[in-house]
C-alpha cells in the first residue's frame, strides 16, 4: 500500500512558477514509475510528466508541458516533484501524482489507467 499527498499548488500570476511535492509512504519507492495528471473542471484527468522507477533516467511529457515543466525524484525523501515554470491559465487544474509499480527500468506510463495509486490533488490556479 503506497499513500501519496501532493502539495505546493495554488495561485500564481500568468508566468509565474509553482513546485509540486509529492511525498510517498511505504516501502520500495523506487520501485515505482511516478506520473503527475491534471483534471480541470469539466475535463477528464489527463497525463502531464512521467518518471521512470529507479534512478528515473527517463521522463516524459505532454506536449503542453514540455520546456516548462521538470519532474524529478528523489528517492532518499521517497518524494517526486513537478517543477511548474511560465505557468498559463490554461495550466489551471488539479494536479494529482499517480504511482505504478513496475519491474521495468526505463518505462514510462502515460495513462492515468494504468496506475496504481493516487494522491487527493493539489489546486493550482493560474490568473490571467
Known amino acids: 500500500q503506497v499513500q501519496l499527498v501532493e502539495s505546493g499548488g495554488g495561485l500564481v500570476q500568468t508566468g509565474g512558477t509553482l513546485r509540486l511535492s509529492c511525498p510517498a509512504s511505504?516501502?520500495?519507492?523506487?520501485?515505482?514509475?511516478m506520473g503527475w495528471f491534471r483534471q480541470a473542471p469539466g475535463k477528464e484527468r489527463e497525463f502531464v510528466a512521467v518518471i521512470s522507477s529507479k534512478t528515473g533516467g527517463t521522463t516524459y511529457y505532454a506536449d503542453s508541458a514540455k520546456g516548462r515543466f521538470t519532474i524529478s525524484r528523489d528517492n532518499a525523501k521517497n518524494t517526486v516533484f513537478l517543477q511548474m515554470n511560465s505557468l498559463k491559465p490554461e495550466d489551471t487544474a488539479v494536479y494529482y501524482c499517480?504511482?505504478?509499480?513496475?519491474?521495468?527500468?526505463?518505462?514510462?506510463?502515460?495513462?492515468?489507467?494504468?496506475?496504481?495509486?493516487w494522491g487527493q490533488g493539489t489546486q493550482v490556479t493560474v490568473s490571467s
Open positions: 499517480g504511482a505504478k509499480r513496475t519491474v521495468y527500468n526505463g518505462r514510462v506510463f502515460y495513462s492515468a489507467d494504468e496506475y496504481d495509486y
Open positions: 511505504g516501502r520500495s519507492f523506487s520501485s515505482y514509475a
